[in-house]
């Protein structure tokens, strides 16, 4: 009878040291969701002649920047979609998954940079490849940020 019980606590003693870890993983990830919740938000809006742009990015606690960009062609129609990337110096380098079309919309992903220069983003320009399905900047061209369309301009966010 001693043994039974012997191997039973002895059993148990993992589950509870599992249970601990989990609970403190459960209080790290709160952690974490609780400083990105806090992360710096920046909205901003562009124009050129008749399109419109409209950025909202969020610095998480880690560095990473996420967002939403919605550029409104009058002749093209909209491209609304999800960015993710870092800065990386003075300019934002992005992934951004986008969609064109309102009745079937087609899902395109390309890669954008947007040099900061005081409190403006300038949407860079520049030669992107394709490789596996994945798109990237050439590597070795340089972006044009004096050729970009979009001056981004900051303005209160709307919730």
């Known amino acids: 009878m001693k043994k039974t019980i012997l191997w039973t606590m002895l059993a148990a003693i993992p589950m509870v040291y599992s249970c601990s870890q989990n609970a403190d993983t459960s209080k790290a990830d709160a952690a974490a969701a609780l400083m990105d919740s806090l992360g710096k938000k920046e909205c901003f809006v562009a124009m050129d002649s008749t399109d419109?742009?409209?950025?909202?990015?969020?610095?998480?606690?880690?560095?990473?920047?996420?967002?939403?960009?919605?550029?409104?062609?009058?002749?093209?129609?909209?491209?609304?979609?999800?960015?993710?990337?870092?800065?990386?110096?003075?300019?934002?380098f992005v992934d951004y998954t986008f969609k064109i079309g309102t009745d079937n919309p087609t899902e395109y992903k390309n890669p954008l940079a947007f040099l900061k220069q005081g409190d403006k983003l300038i949407l860079g320009v520049g030669q992107i490849e394709t490789h596996l399905g994945r798109s990237f900047f050439v590597k070795g061209k340089p972006i044009s940020f004096e050729k970009g369309r979009f001056i981004f301009a900051p303005v209160d966010c709307e919730d």
């Open 52 to 92: 419109k742009a409209e950025l909202k990015i969020k610095t998480l606690s880690n560095g990473e920047v996420k967002g939403s960009l919605v550029i409104n062609y009058l002749e093209k129609g909209k491209n609304d979609g999800l960015l993710v990337g870092k800065f990386s110096g003075d300019t934002l």
